[in-house]
């Protein structure tokens, strides 16, 4: 049985930076992308960044570019999201997600098929 598990969320002021992980069980990240997606409240689920564990070719959302990084670590067989100048409509629930897309949609829902259970990040101040 495959699971994600993704933490690191909080409470942070703007401006401020927390460190997402993506761990999982059941499955090694090889041959697959990974890639983090948020939804806030009464909002549409939206991709984020991600990354492939295989060649490392990461893509990212406009807004977070210059501010996020996703990474992947061969010892750990985890992907990270570091967020910085954190900004208040960064606020939403993160998630991880496992699948294989093409370069056409690598950023689209449907296109991964395993899923974290979600982080909360919340920028406040």
């Known amino acids: 049985q495959v699971q994600l598990v993704d933490a690191g969320g909080g409470l942070v002021h703007p401006g401020g930076s927390l460190r997402l992980s993506c761990a999982a069980s059941?499955?090694?990240?090889?041959?697959?992308?990974v890639a983090w997606f948020r939804q806030a409240p009464g909002e549409e689920r939206e991709f984020v960044a991600s990354i492939r564990w295989s060649g490392g070719n990461t893509y990212y959302r406009d807004s977070v570019k210059g501010r996020f990084s996703i990474s992947r670590d061969y010892a750990s067989g985890a992907v990270y999201l570091q967020m910085t100048s954190l900004k208040p409509e960064d606020t939403a629930v993160y998630s991880c997600a496992v699948g294989r897309p093409i370069t056409s949609t690598v950023r689209t829902v449907g296109a991964y098929y395993y899923w974290g259970q979600g982080t909360q990040v919340t920028v406040s101040s």
């Open positions: 059941g499955l090694t990240f090889g041959g697959y992308t």
